[in-house]
Structure formats: C-alpha cells, structure tokens
C-alpha cells in the first residue's frame, strides 16, 4: 500500500512539535495542545493546496534546527521556532495559518470556548434584536444627504 | 451551428441576470453565455466543520488563490488592492456580504458640485424607479427614515442590531454621529421563495440558507421560466464584428472547450469592470485596432476599487461574533463633502459584528496579538467574541493610469489574455482613508475597545470593479451613451460596473442593478430604431 502521507515522518515529528510549540496543552482551560494526534490528523488529512508552502516552512525549520526538534533542548527548540516565526514569511504563516484552522475546529477546543462544534448550518444562530430607541436621536437629525440637480 | 438569437448577454451575474429578466417581457430570443456554473448550496462552506478554512482556499475572495476551473487569473501583482470576483450564475453576488446601499444623488454631479471628476450622463431621480423594482426583486430588508440617505422603503425589516449593532450605536450616540441599520439583501421574513435568515454568519462567501440574496436564486429563475436561454461553462474569447462596424455574435468555448460561434442581433456585456475590458480588448480587429467600442481610448481606463481603510478593536462585552450576518450598520456622517477635511467627496463607514474563531486566530496571529506557547489560551479567550470593527468604504475618483489591460504573457485555461491590473490609490482617496482611520478609532474608543489594528488598504478588498467602460454624452470621453448603447458600434451594450463615471464611497450593486434595468428599459424603448 503506497504511503499517501503529504509529509515524510521527519516532517511530520517537526510539524507536530512545532504545532506544540504554537499551541501548547493547557491544564487550566482543559484543552488540548495543537500536537494532540487527532488535531495533528486533520492537519494532515486537509493540507491540500498547503502542501507546498507548509512543506517549505518545514524544510526551513531543518536547517534552522540542524536535527530534529524534538531532539533540540527546550530553549533550543524555542529559539529555533521563534527564528521561524520572524523569518520564515509567507511559507511559516501558512503553516501557522493550518495549525490554528484544525485547531480550533476540534470539537474539545470548540466547547472550551463556550461553543457548539458543529457548522453554522442547517442550525443557525440566535441573534437579539437589540434596543431600537437607541436610533431615536438620530432620527431627530436633518437630513444630511445634498440634493442635487436633474440632468443636464 | 447555433442559431442565432436576438439578444446575447454575457456574464449571469448582478447586472447579467437583472437585463435578462427585464428584456424577457420582449419575447425575443435571449441567451446568456456564463463562464461558470450552477452553485449547489449543499456544498456552501457553511454547511460543513471546515467553513471558516475554505475562505483561505477554494472560497477564498480571489480568484487567484481560489483557481476554481471557472475562474482566469488577473495580474494583479502592480495594484495594492487585489481583484475579488466570483464566476458563476449569480457572479459576484454569489460571493458578497449583502451591504446594499445606493449610490447618493450627490455622486451622480461630482464636477457640479465639488470640482472633480465628471458628472454623470443620468441622475439618481431617474434611477429611483429601477433602484426600488431592484429592492423588490432582489429582496432588500432595511428600515425607512434613515436622514442619511433619499427616502426609500425597503419591503422588509431590517435585520436585529444584535449585541455588536447595539455596542456601535451607543457609541456613536456618545459622539453625536449618524448611524443607521445597514439595507441588506439577506430575507428577514420568508421572501419569495427564499427562507429567511437564521443567522448562519458566514454570509459573504455564499449562503446555504438561501437568505441573501444571489441572482441565481432571485433574477435568474423568473427569466428562465419567461424563456431566456442561460448556457453555462461558456467562456467568451471575442466579440465579433462586420464590415459595416456591428457586432455579430461571439466565439467562446463551451464546457467541453470546443470553439462555438454565436451570432446574436445584439450583444450586451455584464462581465463586471475588470472582464468587460479584457473582453472589449481582446476583441481587436483590422476595424478596431485598439480594442472594441474603443475610439474614445477609455476602455480599460480610471478604474476604480473603493479603497477599504478597516480598523477594529476589543470590548469587553460579548459580541455577535460570526452568529450573525457580518454588516449591520452604516454611517453616513461623513459622505458628503466638507473641504475642511482635507479631501473632496467621502466615504461610507459600515460596521461589522465581529469573526468566527479560526479567522480571529489567524487574524490575530499575524498582527501580533496572539502569541505562541503558553500565553496563548489566555489570550484569545479574550480576543474571541469580542471584536468590534468598521471600514470607511472610500470614494475613489477616476484616474486614467488606473487601469486593465491584457495582460501579454499570462492566459487562461482557454489561451485568452489575462487582464491586467495597473492601479496606485490617488492622493484625495489617501487622505480620505486617514481621516475614515482617525475617526473610525474615536468610534472604537467611544466604545471602550482596545488593541486597536488598522487594515489598510485591504489587501483583497477589490470588490468593486468600477469605470473601466463609462457612460457620458461625448464619444472622445466615454465607451457608452447615457442609455448603455456603445458609441462606436450601435449594437453593442454594457449594463455592468464598468459604465460607472465615479464610484460614490457606497457597495456598488444596488446601483450596478438598477442602471441594468434602467438600460434595459431604454432599450425596450427604443427597439424600433434601436440601431439608428
């Protein structure tokens, strides 16, 4: 069975660190890290026209690093994505552009916010109509709108 | 062979789709050619988890970035606004946020009343009948009264000010300015056919309700049952031309991408003011060397965008968020000219409720406000649902080196010249800009926000393609007369935004629309001696 993965293991470990550095797991909101492997699996899954700048951002973050992340200490591994984030333009904002997108559509991250992991249809949302009195000064007001002439 | 037809329009969308209902009571033969399909709301991206992603991908606002089969690409490299389109029934009103303000009588005498530009070959007066058979058509929900703007009545109320449209109105009572709810096209109330909005948010790029209004669901299936003919994946390469100067039909490829030749009696262009100047000038011949309909030498000519100047800030209260359609109010305060300001003309300011999650994030991210690691969380809960936001939608004037061309390497999947961009935002439209910035935060800080960021000008905010094919009265200044009939070939008409003199500082589709009715009604006129 052909290996239909967008990114090669190095790739991948280096993507999932680097997610992890992004965003980090919190005990005090209850939430994953962006390297949590379900989030890390829709990453891959939907990279798609990604591919190549995110691929880009990851060769970027080799040379950087000179071996893998994860065998970086931790203030080294820190310096090299805070190098990444400064210098990699439009390659490591795509990359960080996936990571936040599958992030914070996982259904635990959603209801940390307060929301419901579902899409915006067929549902819907409740909108509150709001004070309309707040429009009675501007209804006292002129016109302010010039008339102008006909046609010449 | 194709038999030929009486009428040829190209391009389905705002403009297209509204001549060919007006044009159908004629019973002639009416055929629109669209480069695009039928859209399936079932596949919107509202409908599915990953809704705010594919704004970044295949629902993205530029054609470039979306490079779905039915788009061409623009070089747009040389322009600090990048082109936004949509193609497909319905075109651009497919892929927009519903904000449908008319122009004001004012745009239509800018070199009357303030010294610049020129003023245009009509009046608002004579566009009220078309702007309110539009209004019904399209189905506008708004509310009357508005001192802003000419009196008018929307045949629906307006959407709710919601948590953000109440958060923005206190605010602009604090500093005494005009505010207003915004006239959209999204149904409040079930509205011929279309069911009512149930606050999806995520309006601008298509609507799964149904309740925005698109030509394909309002415009497009009245004239189809009055007997146009709409022929989609067809891409028009050229119009044609005889000995005697009148145009003959087009040759355009059809969804197999074989070459087709349709002869039409007359051809109307409604491929909005970026696609109606590549088409013209793609049209050369031994008889118009510089392009169709183009002695004058103003095809292609004082584009025009409307420059976005977008600022928005944090509030502690909760917003609306994307639980909403993203427009909800205007101002009008500073539209007209006050020469105290430092520029001439003006700009509309609209108010947004706020952005879905991962757009914040992204968003925030880039501008600095996010950060990675551990301070992270923290951060965009308080961020998130809570952004309050507005752009001035600035008048751009006509400047001839703004402008499309064909561009001479890059085409399309068919072989057909990309159009090319060449445009610089002029000097009042900067200082108009500043001055929507410097007044949109007094706004926000009227409103308690914080961490305040400025987009401007949007980078892909080139919404409104306006100018490139103008009406006026002298063939040397102008492509079409004042009833949308080409100068230089007397069968050849534009209902689109290209015929724009000047752009006004508001949305342009409601009055994109209503100058196609206006045109078609000219026409209908006048078929007796339409040629003469």
């Excluded at chain 1, 931790?74 to 936040?100: F, N, S």
């Excluded at chain 2, 892929?95 to 608002?124: C, K, N």
């Excluded at chain 2, 880039?366 to 961020?383: D, S, V």
């Excluded at chain 2, 045109?519 to 339409?530: E, F, P, T």
Aim: aromatic share 8%.
């Amino acid at each position: 069975m052909a290996d239909d993965n967008p990114l090669t293991p190095a790739q991948r470990d280096d993507l999932r660190a680097l997610a992890g550095i992004i965003i980090p797991a919190s005990a005090e909101f209850d939430v994953p890290g962006a390297d949590d492997p379900a989030i890390q699996a829709d990453m891959l899954a939907t990279l798609g026209r990604d591919t190549d700048p995110v691929r880009e951002a990851l060769d970027q973050l080799a040379r950087l690093a000179g071996a893998p992340l994860t065998g970086l200490d931790p203030a080294r591994r820190q310096a090299v994505a805070m190098e990444l984030r400064a210098t990699g333009g439009r390659a490591i904002a795509t990359l960080t552009r996936v990571v936040l997108q599958c992030y914070y559509r996982d259904d635990r991250v959603v209801r940390s916010l307060g929301l419901e992991p579902r899409p915006p249809y067929p549902k819907g949302h409740v909108l509150e109509d709001g004070d309309w009195s707040l429009l009675n000064p501007v209804r006292a007001r002129p016109p302010l709108w010039r008339r102008a002439s006909s046609s010449p | 062979m194709n038999d030929p037809v009486d009428v040829l329009i190209i391009g389905a969308g705002a403009s297209g789709a509204a001549v060919a209902w007006s044009l159908a009571e004629t019973k002639m033969h009416i055929l629109c050619l669209e480069q695009g399909g039928w859209m399936n709301p079932a596949t919107y991206p509202s409908t599915g988890r990953d809704w705010e992603a594919r704004f970044f991908g295949d629902y993205s606002p530029s054609p470039n970035i979306r490079a779905r089969p039915e788009d061409y690409p623009i070089n747009d490299d040389n322009s600090p606004i990048k082109v936004v389109n949509f193609n497909a029934v319905g075109g651009g009103t497919i892929f927009y946020t519903a904000h449908f303000p008319r122009l004001h009588p004012s745009d239509f005498r800018v070199r009357s009343l303030d010294g610049v530009a020129e003023d245009w070959p009509i009046d608002y007066d004579t566009l009220v009948p078309f702007f309110e058979e539009n209004d019904r058509m399209m189905g506008v929900s708004g509310l009357a009264g508005d001192p802003g703007v000419p009196p008018r009545n929307p045949p629906m109320l307006p959407l709710p000010l919601g948590r953000s449209g109440a958060l923005l109105g206190k605010a602009m009572n604090r500093l005494g300015w005009h505010w207003w709810p915004s006239d959209t096209t999204v149904a409040t109330v079930d509205y011929e056919g279309r069911a009512k909005c149930i606050n999806l948010g995520h309006c601008t790029p298509a609507c799964a309700q149904g309740a925005k209004a698109s030509t394909d669901i309002t415009y497009w299936p009245v004239a189809q049952r009055a007997g146009v003919e709409l022929r989609t994946h067809c891409r028009v390469r050229e119009i044609t031309t005889d000995e005697h100067g009148m145009a003959t039909g087009v040759v355009y490829y059809d969804a197999d991408g074989a070459e087709q030749f349709q002869a039409a009696h007359v051809v109307v262009l409604a491929c909005n003011g970026v696609g109606t100047p590549r088409l013209l000038l793609n049209s050369s011949s031994g008889r118009f060397p510089n392009g169709l309909a183009n002695s004058s030498g103003f095809v292609g000519k004082n584009l025009m965008f409307h420059p976005y100047a977008q600022v928005y800030g944090y509030v502690d209260a909760e917003t609306d968020s994307n639980r909403a359609p993203p427009t909800c109010l205007w101002s009008k305060e500073f539209y007209e000219t006050d020469k105290s300001r430092g520029f001439v003309r003006g700009y509309t300011f609209q108010f947004g409720r706020g952005v879905g999650p991962v757009v914040e994030a992204v968003a925030s991210e880039q501008k600095g406000l996010l950060p990675w690691g551990a301070g992270h969380h923290a951060a965009f809960r308080r961020l998130n649902g809570h952004r309050l936001g507005l752009s001035a939608i600035c008048e751009d004037l006509p400047e001839e080196h703004n402008r499309v061309t064909l561009d001479p390497e890059l085409k399309d999947c068919h072989g057909i010249p990309a159009p090319r961009i060449d445009y610089t935002i002029g000097e009042n439209t900067a200082r108009m800009m500043e001055h929507g910035i410097a007044h949109a935060k007094e706004i926000l800080a009227a409103a308690n926000a914080t961490d305040i960021c400025v987009n401007s000008p949007i980078l892909h905010g080139g919404w409104h393609l306006l100018g490139t094919a103008r009406m006026g009265t002298d063939p040397a200044r102008s492509v079409i007369n004042e009833w949308g009939r080409s100068h230089d070939v007397k069968n050849l008409f534009i209902v689109d935004g290209s015929v724009f003199v000047t752009s006004g500082g508001v949305n342009p589709t409601s009055t994109i629309q209503a100058l196609a009715l206006y045109i078609a009604d000219q026409m209908k006129q006048r078929l007796a001696n339409l040629f003469d």
